[in-house]
Nanobody, 116 residues
Framework: QVQLVESGGGLVQPGGSLRLSCAASGFTFYNYAMSWYRQALGKGRELVARITTTGSSTNYADSVKGRFTISRDNAKNTVYLQMNSLKPEDTARYYC?????????WGQGTQVTVSS
């Protein structure tokens, strides 16, 4: 059974940091590109960051470049999103996605709220 379980969300003040984790199981993790998406209330889901199977290449939405870092540990079947200098506009539910071979898997998401 495929599972993606996100964790690490919460309430943080502007300028603060959070580290999201996504633990994967039920598929061959190292064969899948991994991404983080987010969806704010009343808006569509947007790509935040993506990392290739080996972690050799990453790309980011312009809105998070220089503040967020995606990484993965294939030995632990886990992908991370380090989020620094958080802004109120980063408030959203963050979702982990695995994609390869025409398959796309999603987690349930973790809520990130940036507010003073």
């Amino acid at each position: 059974q495929v599972q993606l379980v996100e964790s690490g969300g919460g309430l943080v003040q502007p300028g603060g940091s959070l580290r999201l984790s996504c633990a994967a199981s039920g598929f061959t993790f190292y064969n899948y590109a991994m991404s983080w998406y987010r969806q704010a209330l009343g808006k569509g889901r947007e790509l935040v960051a993506r990392i290739t199977t080996t972690g050799s290449s990453t790309n980011y939405a312009d809105s998070v470049k220089g503040r967020f870092t995606i990484s993965r540990d294939n030995a632990k079947n886990t992908v991370y999103l380090q989020m620094n200098s958080l802004k109120p506009e980063d408030t959203a539910r963050y979702y982990c996605n695995a994609n390869a071979f025409g398959y796309s898997y999603w987690g349930q998401g973790t809520q990130v709220t940036v507010s003073s």
